[in-house]
């Protein structure tokens, strides 16, 4: 029996994570998971023994990008808090303005849109997966806090409540986002949102542009 392209593994993962992010776990089965990437069945079996393992790839493999690419550039050491701060704006609205060209739609965060449908016992191991990854982007945020305290740029706080605090503020604007299908929320209250909870300098946040 011929084995799987080593292709159709990475495939798999991709067409999951675009039409679960686009729709939602829920809507979407094996099935339409198979058709859309033009995999047999069998295929996706050799690679991921339920639609549940391949939702918890897609998440690793989306978090291995967040980390990469998004969270370590803008926490880099070298930087001062408000430019941090001002780069994860502009990162946020960047990637949130290129999904709605590529999609058409406000799709948000996927972890968020993801994690948020898990409320029966039979996902809770996807809904612990997002959780663990929500905390392990949240180590950056506390990091830089924590920083940012010590060297007196921002008034004294408690970095993982502040974290918490920010967490909650940007995975909010962004479900609002794709629940209004608009970015207009998110534009207007992204950086305003962020001044005000971190302690920021309005003037110092703009002389980070």
């Not at 033009?38 to 050799?46: A, E, L």
């Not at 060297?151 to 209004?180: W, Y």
Request: net charge negative.
């Amino acid at each position: 029996m011929p084995r799987p392209d080593k292709g159709t593994r990475q495939k798999l993962i991709e067409t999951a994570k675009t039409l679960i992010w686009t729709s939602s776990y829920g809507a979407v089965s094996v099935d339409d998971i198979c058709k859309a990437a033009n995999v047999k069945k069998g295929s996706f079996y050799h690679y991921f023994p339920s639609k549940q393992d391949l939702a918890m790839a897609v998440m690793d493999e989306y978090q291995s990008y967040k980390i990469e690419s998004i969270m370590k550039p803008v926490f880099a050491a070298d930087k001062p808090f408000a430019q941090q701060v001002d780069d994860m704006d502009d990162v946020i609205i960047k990637d949130n303005k290129s999904n709605l060209e590529i999609h058409g739609f406000v799709c948000g965060c996927p972890l968020a849109a993801l994690g948020s449908e898990m409320i029966g016992e039979e996902e809770q191991a996807i809904r612990l997966r997002v959780e663990e990854l929500f905390h392990e982007c949240q180590k950056y945020m506390i990091n830089a806090i924590a920083s940012a305290v010590e060297t007196n740029q921002i008034p004294h706080v408690d970095p993982k409540e502040k974290s918490e605090e920010v967490h909650d503020f940007l995975t909010g604007l962004m479900i609002m986002a794709r629940i209004h299908n608009s970015l207009d929320g998110l534009e207007r209250d992204l950086k305003p949102g962020l001044v005000r909870i971190l302690g920021l300098n309005q003037k110092e946040l703009v002389a980070a542009e």
